[in-house]
């Protein structure tokens, strides 16, 4: 093994390299107009969706990466509990959900860029139509991103701690302070006077459905599991990041929202552009126009940063899966840093046309809406594995040394990894119930629309099970000089 390669495998990472790759993958600043968009409402769902979700999911995550921090991370997981076919199952479920995902981020990106130059979304910019702008904004930062993450795991790991603490720590708290200043100064804001009845969402089955997309809006902090095999100390690192990663994120969600709820009118606000739009009326009420542009930027580094962790992570995982034979050697083709540059490649293709499709082709977003409904349902086959992995180990592998470990013994671990699982199961049940936005469909149209387009995204999955060869599994030829014992 070369000195560059045993320099790449070097246990780097610590508890705040750490904590920002699980805030990097979960908290989103692009997500906060469509939450603002609840009113008083949002603390509810935010508390909902951290109680139910984040807590249980960073809990476990905590248990299991500290006493199986191994190549693969959360599919080491699910295999050690299970078998390498539910492992495979999960990882290509996260790793598909991320297809429709990736341009709708991409476009987050170029219309922040976009802004820096002009506000007007019909304008000609550096000479181009805002459209090819945008395309060429889109392909720049993914092709950017996917050559930067060859440089391996831990350089990555280092661009989305930075990423993080720049595209949305710091716009999260400039929104903060915006936000106080405003109501400190007597500005009108657009939110009723605060009532504790304010903060009870209607119980309906729209609310129910939205509930569902809302308890899986903290998915990603056990992303940083994949990097596991990376950190110094995982026993003791791990649970501290976790730790800290969820007290951030919640409370960066709750009041980085609450400014955007409080100036803008919740019928105005822009899904897309709700971030920038509220800085500039802020940013202009107190005669700091210029800084707009500033917060462009730093909202563009922030979704470089998201997609950056989500981008890897998953992919480090066919690695091992490929070595056990579930998948052609072409995926488990790695450089001397060690990523996957395979995969990469793959992925990188594949996106460019989605994303050249998003931003050129008129009608396009409806279809990835469609797209994107499957999300949901995909994280369920992701997330439920997990949960039930923390459980069984308890059975499975009881005198496992484990470093930190849920409370209360095993029903303390059944509670916790159980309110996960059930919260799971009903975001699942919930997405295969038709929103109240549409109604082009029948509700057994969409039902089952999303039961066979589920079974569509997992068809590969399939597919490498039953087509698989005996020559795909890594043996001790197959290894190279430097990798036999």
Not at 195 to 204: A, C, D, E, F, M
Not at 473 to 485: G, N, S
């Amino acid at each position: 093994m070369s000195d560059l390669q045993q320099t790449s495998k070097k246990k780097t990472m610590g508890v705040l390299m750490l904590s920002m790759i699980s805030v990097a993958a979960v908290l989103s600043v692009r997500n906060y107009p469509s939450m603002a968009d609840e009113g008083w409402q949002l603390i509810t769902w935010y508390f909902v969706g951290s109680f139910l979700f984040l807590l249980p999911l960073a809990l476990v995550s905590a248990e299991l990466a500290s006493a199986w921090p191994s190549e693969g991370g959360i599919y080491s997981w699910i295999e050690e509990a299970f078998n390498t076919k539910t492992g495979f199952m999960a990882i290509w479920a996260v790793v598909v959900e991320n297809i429709p995902w990736y341009p709708t981020v991409l476009s987050f990106i170029a219309v922040s860029v976009a802004y820096i130059f002009s506000p007007d979304p019909h304008a000609h910019i550096l000479g181009l139509p805002n459209q090819v702008f945008l395309a060429v904004v889109m392909l720049v930062v993914w092709w950017g991103l996917t050559l930067f993450n060859f440089l391996g795991p831990a350089i990555a790991a280092k661009l989305s701690s930075t990423g993080t603490l720049l595209g949305a720590i710091i716009p999260s708290l400039v929104l903060i302070i915006l936000g106080l200043a405003w109501i400190i100064t007597g500005k009108p804001s657009q939110l009723p006077p605060f009532t504790w009845s304010g903060l009870v969402p209607k119980l309906n089955i729209g609310a129910l459905v939205y509930s569902s997309s809302i308890i899986l809006t903290f998915a990603g902090i056990e992303m940083s599991g994949y990097y596991a095999s990376q950190v110094s100390n995982p026993q003791k690192s791990y649970p501290r990041a976790m730790l800290f990663a969820t007290i951030l994120i919640f409370v960066l969600s709750v009041l980085g929202t609450l400014p955007i709820a409080i100036v803008i009118p919740l019928k105005d606000i822009s899904l897309n552009g709700g971030v920038i739009q509220v800085t500039e009326t802020m940013f202009a009420a107190f005669g700091m126009s210029w800084a707009v542009p500033v917060m462009a930027i730093l909202l563009a580094i922030g979704g470089i940063s998201l997609m950056s962790t989500w981008m890897l992570g998953p992919l480090l995982s066919m690695v091992p899966i490929s070595k056990a034979g579930t998948l052609p050697k072409f995926f488990r083709k790695e450089n001397k840093y060690g990523s996957p540059t395979g995969t990469l490649m793959v992925q990188g293709i594949l996106i460019t046309f989605l994303a050249i499709a998003m931003a050129v082709i008129p009608g396009i977003n409806e279809v990835y809406w469609v797209f994107s409904s499957y999300t949901t349902t995909l994280l369920c086959i992701y997330y439920l594995p997990i949960f039930a992995a923390v459980i069984k180990l308890r059975y499975k592998q009881p005198d496992t040394l484990r470093p930190f470990k849920i409370m209360g013994g095993k029903p303390g671990v059944w509670i916790i990894a159980g309110l996960g699982f059930l919260s799971t199961v009903f975001s699942g049940i919930m997405a295969l119930s038709r929103p109240s936005g549409v109604t082009n469909i029948s509700f057994w149209g969409y039902f089952l629309m999303m039961i066979i387009g589920t079974f569509i995204w997992m068809l590969p999955f399939w597919l490498f099970r039953i087509f698989k060869k005996p020559g795909w599994a890594e043996t001790i030829e197959t290894k190279t000089p430097a990798e036999k014992p």
